[in-house]
């Protein structure tokens, strides 16, 4: 069975710095591109950040300068670097990986982990 876990949300003052993590485990066979989304209530899921299996990174104009996408030494982990925090980026945290299970490249999500920006 295949799974993606995001862990490190929490709560952080404006200003504060956390690091998300994204792991793959599972019958995995090979990992894709990976994204960072986010999603508040009553608004859509949105992509935060991206990374490619050659390092290629993208991130949305919110957060670029702020936060840092990057792979592990091994391959099923992703992480993303929040620095700078602000209110607005308050959200759910949802990683979603492009994966190979056996023959068949397939997207996983997680559960999502809470990121709350307050003072």
């Known amino acids: 069975q295949v799974q993606v876990v995001e862990s490190g949300g929490g709560l952080v003052q404006p200003g504060g710095s956390l690091r998300l993590s994204c792991e793959a485990s599972?019958?995995?066979?090979?990992?894709?591109?990976v994204g960072w989304y986010r999603q508040s209530p009553g608004i859509p899921r949105d992509l935060v950040a991206r990374?490619?299996?050659?390092?290629?990174?993208t991130y949305a104009d919110s957060v670029r300068g702020r936060f840092a996408i990057s792979r592990g030494s091994a391959d099923n982990t992703v992480y993303l670097q929040m620095s700078d925090l602000k209110p607005e980026d308050t959200a759910t945290y949802y990683c979603?990986?492009?994966?190979?299970?056996?023959?068949?490249?397939?997207?996983?999500w997680g559960q999502g982990t809470q990121v709350t920006v307050s003072s």
């Open positions: 990374i490619t299996e050659a390092g290629e990174t």
């Open positions: 979603a990986a492009n994966l190979r299970v056996v023959k068949s490249w397939g997207n996983y």
């Open positions: 599972g019958s995995i066979s090979g990992v894709g591109i």
